[in-house]
């Protein structure tokens, strides 16, 4: 759960900030209630789950994800798009899915709020 300084030149390349995430300052935020978490934080635990990619927003939807190629270019359009952290598509979110990767590649303790939250998104509250 630490990033790679390839892609984080990768991504810097492009004239994009690259969220460095170290599994010391992913146990700092997890550990926190959901409701304290800021908004680069958030950014640093989606760089976490697509650590070779760029983190952008875009006019509709306020997360992207892009490719960068090898010359530090952004490809379009983008890998995938999300409308927030909660976007329940297919029964899946962006929440959910940070939370099973902590899960299954760490033994980080993840505060409880979190289960509350995912346990509201699933109910649709």
Not at 55 to 83: M, T
């Amino acid at each position: 759960m630490e990033y790679k300084e390839e892609d984080k030149k990768l991504i810097e390349s492009a004239n994009c900030h690259y969220y460095e995430f170290t599994e010391k300052i992913i146990e700092q935020i997890v550990n926190k209630n959901i409701d304290d978490v800021a908004s680069e934080e958030w950014r640093i635990l989606i760089q976490m789950l697509y650590p070779k990619n760029m983190i952008g927003s875009g006019l509709f939807q306020p997360i992207l994800i892009f490719k960068i190629s090898s010359k530090g270019k952004r490809v379009d359009p983008p890998l995938e798009a999300y409308n927030s952290i909660n976007d329940l598509k297919d029964k899946e979110c962006l929440l959910f899915r940070m939370m099973d990767y902590i899960e299954k590649n760490s033994n980080l303790k993840i505060h409880n709020s979190w289960y509350t939250t995912k346990e509201k998104i699933i109910q649709g509250g």
